[in-house]
């Protein structure tokens, strides 16, 4: 099968305008919802209501993809002639439509022209007075269609308007077909001989790269052609629905020049599908519901829709396996449905998305400003994170391919036109911050903040869809968030509570960073049905904190000898003695405070973690909490004695003093679904576990090596130089790097596989936001030393909702 990858799609932002047909779904502003934002407060049931029917009106999406109106594509359609009778339109309904369509200043175009789109209206115009024209029709439309573009001509030559595809060629050519016709324009004629100039310079460049690419291009711009179309090659790019490249515009180009009964079929297709206006591209049903797909996802509120997506996945699984047209023939579609499909654990090779890459050199990615190519690059930058495998080096290559030269992109001010800014800046923060290193309600945020209800994408002509930009879903977002985010701030304020009445404020030598332990439980497990998962995930994350610190500097070596052994024994009666404050058990206060705390909240998880689960999960939980106090107290002894671990030895104790497991395997319990004794115990769970804790150690040993040198403290860093110098410092960080990455991976093949794997999805996700957590934790420090960062993401999750009236 014959690949090809035209990066035709691109995203844009517009002001909100509305095409002819498509119409997004408008909310009342007297129907607001329960965001919490002021402003925005309407009774319960009027706002059930509405979440209600703005889900109904997202899941008809998934069954009917909404397509916007191309007057460009309707007019190329209307100049195709009858085959029994060449001096009649064979779709006379189309040029119907364009008489009723031409707007006030003798434009067709969407009815508020953006400022920087003037190239596409021209061309549009240029295409709808040339139809009229052909079929001697529309006299009035016409001369205020030659009007327009007289006195906008000039726009065609400017470098700060954006182009749409292929407008260098295909507007000239339409003036030259203009000039067959004796369509009286008065134009200057330096402009007009500049772009006729462009056009030849531009067509000679094309042709003699003798490439696919250059082929497939020239035939998707056939209208602007014609006569100096090679038909025979064009005809090679034709698809197996009659199309060439889903266009009506080239195709109906196709059908006025070539005898193609195929070409005829399509444009029926279309004509019976949409009536006498047509879409500037179809079908785009699986691309189109990907991105629904993939917008619900991104925007936090996919778990309404967990059976239409599960659906449009198992269709485009199927469509890959079949090597779908509609997926392979360009760029952005294949990699998109391979990052969703690899996502989701659908077991897919990269070889079909490398072999379209490669078909493609680097310099068809060149950087000059096309938005075509940005949401190409950015497709497949995201798509070749999702390497998991050892032998897609490939893939690997790509991705550093595609981050080079969006930086480039961004380095050359590709956006200097102004237009549109928003996409550069959502670039880049995709480079500083890719997805599998940020923190999920982080990233889910960001994402609502970004979105664009009216976002457009530009081929030929600008188009758009609801399954694109939809205000029912930023509203539905904004909503769910806003919502969560107010249970959250109840909730650490009762993980506060906890924290005073266990008396861990009491305690001198620990970080009290309780808000940090909820934030990432809250970042994470954000339902609010998971309200339980969430407090023992934060109160453990507390008790580790606590706990690391106790061994690391708040207690002697009697005082962790003694916790450990409270622990051991669990039913030790820590009520203080009628003459001390402490119990006789106790060493110190410390150690009655901390035990305490460890003791209640261990019964307290388990108990409910035991009802959910149907059995006795909490000498689990015990087993785990020794483990990582057995760890420390190795630690504390390596320092104790100035002993030296090898390598080896310190990571085997590392990844258990990360002090991850007491954290994650309440949680997991806690969150569901039932897990069987051997299901938790089983060499899959503790492989999750043992990658995401190496990953964390790893990373903070990289980002705290320096001052934990200084203290004297171990260090997987310091342990891999040698005393000789021959292992330098950058490069043990660069070794250190590179297995960091590399369990990351690791973590990331053993949550999406399917084939022989035990543990849920549910819980395997867990283990892989876990490590977007630490990630991000660590991103810049160790964790805890910059409180800049932390603070304002703290705000942005739990004190800051978003307000809607941003987006109106």
């Given amino acids: 099968m014959l690949h090809l990858s035209l990066n035709f799609q691109a995203h844009l932002t517009l002001q909100k305008t509305q095409s002819y047909r498509y119409r997004r779904p408008l909310i009342s502003a007297s129907v607001a919802l329960e965001t919490g934002v002021q402003g925005l407060s309407s009774p319960p049931n009027s706002s059930v209501l509405w979440v209600d029917q703005s889900k109904e009106r997202i899941r008809k999406l998934f069954n009917e993809v909404d397509y916007s109106v191309s007057a460009y594509d309707t007019a190329w359609v209307a100049m195709v002639p009858d085959p029994h009778s060449s001096q009649a339109p064979l779709f006379p309904k189309c040029l119907n439509w364009l008489l009723g369509s031409q707007l006030h200043d003798g434009s067709w175009s969407l009815p508020h022209h953006h400022p920087l789109l003037l190239k596409d209206v021209l061309s549009s115009t240029l295409a709808c007075v040339l139809a009229l024209k052909t079929w001697g029709i529309g006299e009035e439309h016409i001369k205020k269609g030659v009007r327009f573009i007289e006195l906008n001509f000039a726009l065609a030559s400017e470098e700060c308007q954006f182009s749409p595809v292929g407008f260098d060629i295909i507007f000239p050519g339409m003036l030259d077909h203009a000039r067959d ?106 691309y189109a519901r990907l991105c629904l797909v993939d917008n619900l996802e991104k925007m936090g509120i996919s778990q309404y829709f967990t059976n239409e997506i599960q659906c449009v996945l198992d269709d485009t699984y199927r469509c890959w396996l079949q090597g779908e047209e509609d997926i392979f023939a360009e760029t952005s579609h294949c990699a998109l449905a391979f990052r969703l499909l690899r996502k ?187 309200y339980e998962a969430r407090m023992s995930w934060a109160k453990n994350c507390v008790l580790t904190t606590v706990t690391d610190d106790f061994f690391d500097v708040g207690g002697s070596e009697e005082e962790l000898r003694n916790l450990i052994d409270l622990l051991e024994r669990w039913d030790v009666n820590i009520s203080s003695d009628c003459c001390s404050d402490i119990s006789s058990d106790c060493c110190s206060e410390n150690v009655q405070i901390v035990f305490s705390a460890l003791r209640s909240t261990i019964s307290e998880t388990g108990e409910k973690a035991s009802k959910l689960q149907g059995r006795n999960v909490t000498s689990h939980t015990k087993e785990i909490w020794l483990e990582l106090l057995y760890g420390f107290f190795r630690e504390f002894e390596w320092t104790r004695d100035k002993t030296v671990p090898t390598l080896d030895e310190y990571m085997a104790n590392a990844y258990v003093s990360f002090a991850l497991g007491p954290i994650m395997f309440p949680a997991i319990y806690l969150r569901g679904p039932k897990l069987s004794e051997e299901v938790a115990r089983h060499p899959e769970m503790r492989s999750l576990y043992k990658h995401v804790s190496n990953c964390g150690r790893l990373l903070n040993d990289m980002r705290g090596f320096e001052r934990e040198r200084k203290e004297g403290k171990l260090n997987s860093v310091t342990l891999r130089l040698s005393p000789d110098g021959t292992v330098s410092e950058a490069a043990a960080i660069a070794e250190v790097k590179l297995l960091i990455e590399n369990e990351r991976r690791r973590l990331l093949r053993l949550v999406l596989q399917k084939d022989g794997s035990v543990v849920p999805r549910a819980c395997k996700d867990m283990f892989w936001n876990l490590s977007r957590i630490l990630h991000q934790f660590y991103f810049n420090n160790d964790g805890f030393t910059s409180e800049v960062e932390m603070v304002d993401l703290v705000k942005a999750i739990f004190h800051k909702p978003i307000p809607l009236e941003d987006f109106e």
């Fill in 181 to 286: 016709l004796s369509l009286g324009f008065q134009l200057e004629p330096k402009l007009l001989n500049d772009l006729i100039h462009k056009r030849d310079m531009e067509l000679g460049r094309i042709r003699e790269s003798h490439s696919k690419k250059s082929e497939a291009f020239l035939a998707y711009v056939s209208e602007g052609l014609l006569k100096l179309q090679n038909w025979d090659m064009a005809m090679k790019f034709q698809r197996k629905n009659g199309s060439l490249f889903n266009s009506p515009s080239a195709t109906a180009a196709a059908a006025i020049n070539v005898q193609n009964p195929s070409c005829l079929n399509y444009l029926y297709s279309v004509i019976d599908k949409f009536g006498p206006a047509v879409p500037a591209v179809y079908p785009l049903d699986i």
């Fill in 344 to 530: 989701h654990g659908y077991d897919i090779s990269s070889d079909p998305l490398i072999g379209i890459l490669e078909d493609e050199s680097a310099s068809s990615y060149c950087c000059n400003g096309s938005w075509n190519e940005v949401n190409a690059l950015v497709e497949v930058y995201q798509a070749s994170q999702m390497a998991v495998h050892e032998n897609e080096s490939a893939l690997e290559k790509q991705n550093l391919l595609s981050k080079h030269l969006l930086r480039q992109h961004i380095f050359n001010g590709c956006d200097s036109k102004g237009f549109p800014n928003q996409i550069f800046q959502q670039v880049e923060y995709l480079l500083n911050f890719p997805s599998p290193l940020i923190l999920p309600r982080v990233e889910i945020r960001k994402n609502i903040e970004h979105y664009n209800v009216d976002s457009g994408r530009i081929l030929k002509t600008l188009y758009r869809s609801s399954n694109f930009g939809n205000e029912d879903l930023l509203r539905l977002a904004v909503r769910d968030f806003n919502h969560c985010q107010l249970i959250h701030r109840n909730e650490l304020e009762e993980i506060e509570r906890w924290y005073t009445q266990n008396r861990l404020h009491e305690l001198k030598f620990t970080r009290h960073k309780a808000i940090y332990g909820f934030f990432s439980a809250a970042a994470t497990i954000f339902s609010p049905e998971l």
